[in-house]
Nanobody
Framework: QVQLVESGGGLGQAGESLRLSCAAS????????MAWYRQAPGKQRELVAL???????RYADSVKDRFTISMDSAKNMVYLQMNSLKPEDTAVYYC???????????????WGQGTQVTVSS
């Protein structure tokens, strides 16, 4: 199995910065995609930022130029640097990966348990 554990959430004020970290562990052969999603109360879960195959990066329009996703492949870590935070960034943030555990295995989808980010005005 693959486990994802997020950390770094908490309370911040508008305009401040927070950094989220996600550690992937378990039997991992390779990870094709690593991403951050978020879900605000009463809303659907949405993509925030993604690193895809070949290192392609995609951001939600609402976070472009404010958030930066990065990863350390050697450590199986993915990060989300969140700058210029806004109250509308308040949500539970989830780490996500598509990973396989063996060379000839198939990719599966895995989620972390989520970390709360609350931004006050």
């Amino acid at each position: 199995q693959v486990q994802l554990v997020e950390s770094g959430g908490g309370l911040g004020q508008a305009g401040e910065s927070l950094r989220l970290s996600c550690a992937a562990s378990g039997s991992i052969f390779s990870m094709k995609t690593m991403a951050w999603y978020r879900q605000a109360p009463g809303k659907q879960r949405e993509l925030v930022a993604l690193i895809g195959p070949g290192g392609s990066i995609r951001y939600a329009d609402s976070v472009k130029d404010r958030f930066t996703i990065s990863m350390d492949s050697a450590k199986n870590m993915v990060y989300l640097q969140m700058n210029s935070l806004k109250p509308e960034d308040t949500a539970v943030y989830y780490c996500y990966t598509e990973a396989k555990q063996r060379l000839l295995g198939t990719y599966g989808s895995y989620w972390g348990q989520g970390t709360q980010v609350t931004v006050s005005s």
